[in-house]
């Protein structure tokens, strides 16, 4: 079974400092891992996925994420905060064969001006 | 737009009343999903077609909720006799089956609120 914990429930950060979010996961195969962005009252929609190519991914919005096995981790990252980032994030994990998504409990992600 | 889309966006019922919410997924994709979100959690599986059939349901599908495919294009969940507790955003998402991941596309979700 797979499992993801998501470090954080709440983020704050001021407009151009870099944002962190922090995601471990658990899965006894290899996983495939993915970052969502929802905004108020709407779906999700895709960040970035690491399918087992490079280890750096990049994403949409200037949003990168680097897989490390060794740490079971995938952490969000971007370099400067934008006012339109403020959302809520939620990490994901699935595996080869797999047919569900398993998400963690979310970062809600403040930017202060 | 082609993306997937959910209706009602929003559904106000009764305790005990039954509701239905209807999913269309981007057209070419064969396999479809339903989460379910509750305030300040992450999206929980419900259940997954493919094509027509459905091949996984959660635990958390209690025999109160049905949920169809009929023609392998839209697809219907309903929940009778509705209670508080299933109050959540009902998330539907659909994929392509071409490689060896699985990239979801979501819905904008129907919230739906028990009284």
């Known amino acids: 079974a797979q499992s993801v914990t998501q470090l954080g429930s709440h983020v704050s950060v001021s407009e151009g400092a870099l944002v962190l979010l922090r995601c471990n996961y658990s899965?006894?195969?290899?996983?495939?891992l993915f970052w969502y962005v929802q905004y108020p009252n709407q779906g999700l929609q895709l960040l970035l996925k690491?399918?087992?190519?490079?280890?750096l991914v990049k994403g949409i919005n200037g949003f990168e994420a680097e897989f490390k096995k060794s740490e079971t981790s995938f952490h969000l990252t971007k370099p400067s905060a934008h006012m339109s980032d403020a959302a809520e994030y939620f990490c994901?994990?699935?595996?080869?064969?797999?047919?569900?998504?398993?998400f963690g409990q979310g970062t809600r992600l403040t930017i202060n001006p | 737009d082609t993306g997937v889309s959910q209706d009602p966006r929003h559904k106000i019922t009764k305790r005990g009343q039954n509701v239905t919410f209807r999913c269309d997924p981007i057209?070419?994709?064969?396999?479809l999903y339903w989460y379910r979100q509750t305030l300040g959690q992450g999206p929980e599986f419900l259940t997954y077609f493919q094509n027509e059939a459905q091949l996984e349901k959660s635990r958390l599908l209690s025999d109160r909720f049905s949920a169809e495919r009929p023609k392998g294009s839209f697809s219907t969940l309903e929940i009778q006799r509705t209670e508080q507790g299933d109050s959540a955003m009902y998330l539907c998402?659909?994929?392509?089956?071409?490689?060896?991941?699985?990239?979801?596309?979501f819905g904008p979700g129907t919230r739906l609120t028990v009284l």
């Open positions: 057209s070419e994709h064969n396999r």
């Open positions: 994901a994990v699935s595996t080869r064969g797999a047919q569900k998504l398993v």
């Open positions: 998402a659909s994929s392509l089956v071409e490689g060896p991941y699985n990239e979801q596309f």
């Open positions: 690491y399918t087992s190519a490079a280890t």
């Open positions: 899965s006894s195969v290899p996983p495939y």
